[in-house]
Nanobody, 119 residues
Framework: QVQFVESGGGLVQPGGSLRLACAAS????????MGWYRQAPGKQRILVAS???????DYADSVKGRFTISRDNAKNTVYLQMNSLKPEDTADYYC?????????????WGQGTQVTVSS
C-alpha cells in the first residue's frame, strides 16, 4: 500500500504563494490519476486538483487559474503550486489517488500539511 507524506505548508499573507510536495512511499507511475485535496475547518475534505499520468489536469473552480498541479513519476512526488492565495484557501492539504467521487480516495490518508492564509 502506497503511503503519502505531504509537506510545504505554512503561514502566508493573502496574495502570496506556496509550493506543496507529496512524497509517495512507492511508485506512482502506475497510479493513473493523482490529486490534491483540502479540508477547511468544519468542512468535508474535497478534491481541488488532479493530474493523470499523461499530464492532463483538472481543477476545482475555486482554484482554477491560481493553482498548478504537477507530478514527477521518477521521484514519486506530486506538487501543488499555489499562487494568489486567499484566506478561503486556508485548510489542511492532502494528496491521494481520487476515488469514485471528489470526496473519496483510494489509499489511506497521510498527515497532511497545513496552509494558513492570513495577514
Amino acid at each position: 500500500q502506497v503511503q503519502f507524506v505531504e509537506s510545504g505548508g505554512g503561514l502566508v499573507q493573502p496574495g502570496g504563494s506556496l509550493r506543496l510536495a507529496c512524497a509517495a512511499s512507492g511508485s506512482i507511475s502506475s497510479i493513473y490519476v493523482m490529486g490534491w485535496y483540502r479540508q477547511a475547518p468544519g468542512k468535508q475534505r474535497i478534491l481541488v486538483a488532479s493530474i493523470s499520468t499523461g499530464g492532463s489536469t483538472d481543477y476545482a473552480d475555486s482554484v482554477k487559474g491560481r493553482f498548478t498541479i504537477s507530478r514527477d513519476n521518477a521521484k514519486n512526488t506530486v506538487y501543488l503550486q499555489m499562487n494568489s492565495l486567499k484566506p478561503e484557501d486556508t485548510a489542511d492539504y492532502y494528496c491521494n489517488a481520487p476515488g469514485s467521487s471528489r470526496y473519496l480516495a483510494n489509499y489511506d490518508w497521510g498527515q497532511g500539511t497545513q496552509v494558513t492564509v492570513s495577514s
